[in-house]
């Protein structure tokens, strides 16, 4: 374990504890961003910078701004009248550590810790670009396909209804 | 010298509960949606690190699967957030406690 990974560890849980516990809703969107930064910046140290690029142009420049858009656009920005937590925060929060608990229990017996350190793999963009193209052409087709649908469903979702069709 | 995947494995299992919690617990739906983002980027930490510490990382299968999973994320964040204005323009209100009149 390095000083690097100390820090960015620090940075990625800080941001997600404060994403999810804050009661303002844009500092919690705002809170977002050092998260998925720091998430790519993991991904860089691990030697997949294609990723961790992928990650700062997806995460960070798309969906933490359609969030703060989101935020917007329902008046979340206002800080909640009633308290930010449902009635049955307790069993949230209780089932949140009991699944970290076991899941901490199952990495640290396993045989994951005593695995030799390896040489690191050198991923090109033209690799990733072959794999692509070749072993990976139907799932890239269906990914694009998706997309398309998503898009357009969301637009079709929130886009404005006539106001005749309303009624009120 | 071992490697440090448990070490990747550790903040991937936190980062997935902090997300949990924040997704069982909040009461704004937008937040909710934001735990779900959190979860799947933990997932993403898991494969990455797989991928690097694993002995066939020449395949870049890890990379990949990552890659795709991010575009799904992607493609959900957008439908759930259009989803909630509409919600929010029916009924003036994104707090899950209130939009339950689905409810048996």
Redesign the interface.
């Known amino acids: 374990?390095?000083i690097g990974?100390l820090v960015l560890?620090t940075l990625?849980?800080a941001g997600?504890?404060g994403?999810?516990?804050f009661r303002n809703?844009v500092h919690?969107?705002l809170c977002?961003v050092p998260?998925?930064a720091g998430?790519a910046a993991?991904?860089l140290q691990?030697?997949?910078e294609?990723?961790g690029f992928?990650?700062i142009l997806?995460?960070v420049g798309?969906?933490a701004i359609?969030?703060v858009?989101?935020?917007l656009?329902?008046r979340?920005s206002e800080p909640?009248a009633?308290?930010?937590?449902?009635?049955?925060?307790w069993?949230?929060?209780w089932?949140?550590?009991v699944?970290?608990v076991i899941?901490?229990g199952t990495?640290?017996s396993s045989l994951?810790?005593?695995?030799?350190?390896?040489a690191k793999?050198v991923?090109t963009i033209r690799?990733?670009g072959d794999?692509?193209m070749q072993d990976?052409v139907l799932?890239l087709e269906v990914?694009g396909l998706?997309?398309t649908a998503?898009?357009i469903?969301?637009?079709v979702?929130?886009m404005?209804e006539e106001p005749k069709k309303n009624g009120s | 010298m071992n490697s440090p995947l448990h070490c990747y494995l550790l903040l991937s299992a936190l980062l997935f509960c902090i997300g949990l919690a924040g997704a069982l617990t909040r009461r704004n739906a937008i937040i909710v949606l934001v735990g779900i983002e959190l979860m799947l980027n933990a997932g993403n930490l898991n494969f990455i690190a797989f991928w690097r510490f694993h002995a066939g990382s020449e395949s870049l299968q890890g990379v990949l699967f990552a890659l795709f999973s991010i575009g799904i994320a992607a493609a959900e964040a957008a439908v759930g957030l259009a989803l909630i204005i509409a919600i929010y323009r029916h009924r003036h209100s994104t707090n899950l406690d209130e939009i339950d009149s689905m409810k048996g």
Do not use: D, K
């Not at chain 1, 009633?82 to 925060?89: G, M, Q």
């Not at chain 1, 994951?112 to 390896?118: H, K, N, Q, R």
């Open positions: 374990m390095t990974f560890a990625t849980v997600a504890l994403a999810m516990f809703l919690c969107a977002l998260t998925f998430l993991l991904f691990l030697n997949a294609f990723v992928v990650q997806v995460y798309a969906v359609l969030i858009f989101a935020i656009l329902t979340g909640p009633s308290a930010a937590v449902r009635h049955s925060a069993w949230g929060l089932v949140a550590v699944a970290f899941m901490a990495i640290l994951i810790m005593s695995v030799a350190e390896l793999p991923p690799r990733i794999q692509l990976y799932p990914i998706l997309l998503a898009l469903g969301a637009v979702i929130a404005q």
